[in-house]
């Protein structure tokens, strides 16, 4: 074999083309945005879980002091308050319920083989995800007791 | 695409690099996926090529060179990677992974994706063939057999991409196909 054969023949080659791939749209939304997306959900726990601990250590644990007497003035007054008390159920159910849906999501996954007709429910170990669901879990179970709802 | 003006605008709005993502993704792909032949190792190099290149698009700046050489470059850098240790460890989607808990390459639609390019990479066997005894050149000849054969990238784009002057893109290219000619001789008798 010469030289220009080994030439001809990788020129004239019948290349695989992954042209149909559908991974690249899954992939452009949290490469484009995951930083966002992890910092939100974070966020979406922190007004709650300052509202669980203000109320913790007031009627709980029977601590006092001026910064966690600030707090509960300050959710009382947007309870109060006819334009803002719609606040309340959002910030102590929907962002709690939104933090649970994004962490079940990030160690639960859901794939569908159309080939097979299987799905499959792979649930990954990943500790921070699974503590902050469970947490997402024990606040939104808390704040719709019937007596904690109204702070 | 006007690949100037939309770097000048990535200054200001950093989610534009979705059109570099849009245009480019599938060519990476494919270069990564034909030298690796692996389903997973390619959706992974070709996701840090594109993590990396979207956290350093800043450092690029435009001399009438595509920004499609540039992550050429970079997917060319992280095969080095896959094919120089043993276990390959994605810098940026690791730490991603570490920091968010977050695998951004997990698709839903992995398994039906994988299994339909592990068919379609049976169809081409000679392909297969000739790769199988490409890896077992230096790195180095790989890499430019691939560009210039697979990829279809002349001397003087190749030496864009690896960072080297065309007479040592030439010179490599034939001691490649060479000892390839050696590793198919070999292989016949």
């Given amino acids: 074999m010469k030289k220009d054969d080994v030439d001809k023949m990788l020129s004239g080659m019948d290349l695989p083309d992954p042209e149909n791939i559908k991974h690249q749209q899954e992939l452009k939304i949290p490469l484009l945005s995951f930083k966002k997306s992890s910092r939100a959900g974070l966020w979406l726990l922190v007004v709650p879980v300052v509202g669980a601990v203000t109320f913790l250590f007031k009627y709980v644990l029977g601590i006092y002091s001026t910064l966690i007497d600030g707090i509960r003035k300050f959710f009382d007054a947007i309870d109060s308050n006819q334009f803002l008390t719609f606040l309340i159920p959002v910030i102590f159910i929907v962002f709690p319920l939104t933090a649970m849906i994004i962490n079940f999501l990030a160690f639960c996954h859901f794939t569908f083989i159309k080939e097979k007709k299987e799905l499959l429910i792979t649930i990954k170990y990943r500790p921070l995800n699974i503590a902050v669901f469970l947490f997402s879990f024990a606040i939104l179970v808390f704040f719709l007791l019937p007596d904690n709802l109204s702070f | ?189």
């Fill in chain 2, 1 to 189: 695409m006007n690949e100037e003006k939309l770097l000048k605008e990535l200054d200001n709005d950093p989610h534009k690099f979705g059109e570099i993502y849009e245009a480019f993704y599938k060519k990476i792909f494919g270069y990564v996926f034909r030298r690796t032949m692996d389903y997973d190792a390619a959706k992974d190099i070709a996701a840090e090529t594109f993590l990396k290149a979207y956290t350093g698009i800043a450092k690029f700046k435009y001399r009438n060179i595509s920004v499609l050489y540039w992550l050429y470059r970079i997917a060319t850098n992280e095969l080095n990677k896959y094919f120089n240790s043993r276990k390959y460890m994605p810098e940026s989607l690791s730490r991603i992974y570490e920091e968010y808990g977050v695998d951004i390459t997990d698709y839903s639609n992995a398994e039906t994706e994988r299994i339909m390019l592990e068919e379609d990479l049976e169809k081409h066997r000679e392909f297969m063939r000739i790769n199988v005894l490409i890896k077992k050149l230096d790195i180095k000849y790989q890499e430019v057999i691939s560009l210039r054969f697979f990829e279809q990238k002349s001397i003087k784009e190749i030496a864009v991409i690896l960072n080297k002057k065309e007479g040592t893109v030439k010179s490599l290219l034939s001691r490649g196909i060479d000892k390839l000619k050696g590793n198919i001789t070999r292989t016949k008798k």
